[in-house]
């Protein structure tokens, strides 16, 4: 890292040239140096831009005829976004920039997504949006590591209020540049899905022994966003190995709910090949929005309220029979080996006897669907086991160790000696 860090700052400089501007000089003023990127299509800035309009369109194999030929706004900057990615891509890997700031209505931050999604985990992206936090923002188009803020009062022109958000995310994205640390790779990494321990439990078991053996064990929190973190960085090839042992996301995704990870879920580990252990953790629950009334078809569901925010109700045999299928579809495009665990004595917290979702009979029927949802070549290990039950853990752990003594996946390193646990 250098001690004045290089800051991409991306928009349309041909009607945000004030508020791109300050930008720039408020980096200064943090202690960083401003790189300006233009992406304007119909006009030109009225400074300089370190990379034009003509360069992004460029990095993407366009040039503005093209852009603008047939006349229509979003293909054009759907062409100016994919160059914009690139560049800024290309402009990361030779050490030229070391973060992001872009600015943005509807169209830039759609613009300024995609450039977000380009760069690798631990390399500071802000963008300023007037849509920041909106429901209009798929999951699948977040970034990891994305940080955003209100583009309060600064549609048209600069003022104090405008000032002071264009300020703050100017002076966060260069101390993130200074102070990020990047991720590494000293002992092999596997990924795992998880719900918080009040449902899902098995990390605490697994935590420990995945430690004693010599891995690096990144849990991710799949209320969806979480899960779209845990594909981003297996789309990065960040995991040696993954443990997906909490699928309600792509239950989610699959009944409508907006607590989802985006139609990829389960699919990005498979596809470049890296080992999967895989469970269904969670997958009979529906997650809803705990500040909004239940819709009347729902109303007789079996609920459970989390918090303020989020709550769940019971799937029915249906969707459970859906799910399955689904499930057994995705593992099986998979590219590297994948082992299926299926804990018959349960799948969440709250399907024990005496919680509120304890139902043997639809149980029962989600674990026929999803043996004969599952085929070879993946591998199927059905246990008596509740998921969230020491058994579970060892089940697991005893597929990793095979693998490992097969050179499936790496061994891990001590800590201590560096050899191989």
């Known amino acids: 890292m250098t001690t004045r860090p290089r800051i991409l700052v991306i928009g349309t400089g041909d009607t945000k040239s004030e508020e791109l501007q300050f930008m720039a000089s408020s980096i200064r003023e943090a202690g960083g140096e401003a790189l300006q990127m233009d992406v304007s299509i119909l006009g030109d800035p009225p400074y300089e831009p ?25 293909s054009a900057m759907t062409m100016m976004a994919g160059g914009a990615a690139i560049l800024a891509r290309k402009l990361h890997d030779e050490g030229r920039i070391d973060g992001v700031l872009a600015l943005g209505g509807s169209m830039g931050t759609d613009l300024a997504l995609d450039v977000a999604l380009a760069l690798p985990l631990g390399v500071p992206k802000f963008v300023v949006s007037t849509i920041s936090y909106s ?6 188009r977040i970034a990891t590591d994305l940080m955003m ?18 300020s703050q995310a100017s002076g966060a994205v260069v101390g993130a540049a200074k ?39 990144v849990v991710f929190h799949t209320t969806g966003m979480g899960g779209r973190a845990l594909e981003a ?8 190995v993954v443990m997906d042992f909490s699928l309600q ?18 699919e990005n580990a498979g596809r470049l090949g890296i080992p999967q252990i895989v469970a269904p953790g969670a997958v009979d629950m529906i997650d809803v929005c705990a500040w909004l009334p239940l819709p009347p078809k729902l109303a007789d569901r079996a609920y459970h309220g989390h918090n303020r925010l989020i709550g769940s109700i019971i799937a029915s045999p249906e969707e459970r029979r859906h799910i399955a299928e689904k499930i057994g579809e995705k593992l099986s495009a998979a590219k590297g080996p994948v082992a299926f665990i299926l804990p018959e004595g349960g799948i969440q917290e709250w399907d024990q006897e005496g919680q509120p979702f304890h139902d043997p009979e639809s149980l029962g029927g989600f674990l026929k669907a999803m043996r004969e949802a599952i085929r070879p070549p993946v591998e199927l290990i059905a246990t008596p086991h509740h998921i969230n039950s020491p058994g579970f853990a ?9 693998w490992a003594a097969e050179g499936k996946v790496p061994a891990g390193v001590k800590e201590k000696t560096g050899e191989a646990a």
């Open 50 to 74: 370190d990379f034009s309009k003509h360069d992004v369109l460029a990095a993407g194999g366009h040039t503005l005829a093209e852009a603008t030929a047939g006349g229509d706004e979003m």
């Open 135 to 140: 429901h209009l923002l798929p999951p699948d």
């Open 149 to 166: 803020i209100l583009w309060a009062g600064g549609l048209y022109g600069l003022n104090s209020v405008c000032r002071a958000v264009l």
């Open 179 to 217: 102070t990020a640390v990047r991720p590494t790779r000293s002992k092999p990494v596997v990924g795992m899905s998880s719900l918080g321990k009040s449902c899902l439990k098995y990390m605490t078991h697994l935590k420990p022994e995945l430690d004693k053996r010599g891995y690096e064990l």
């Open 233 to 240: 960085v297996a789309a990065q090839r960040g995991f040696d």
């Open 249 to 266: 996301e792509l239950a989610n995704f699959e009944n409508g709910s907006v607590v989802n990870s985006g139609p990829d879920r389960l």
């Open 394 to 402: 060892d089940v697991a752990l005893s597929v990793l160790d095979r």
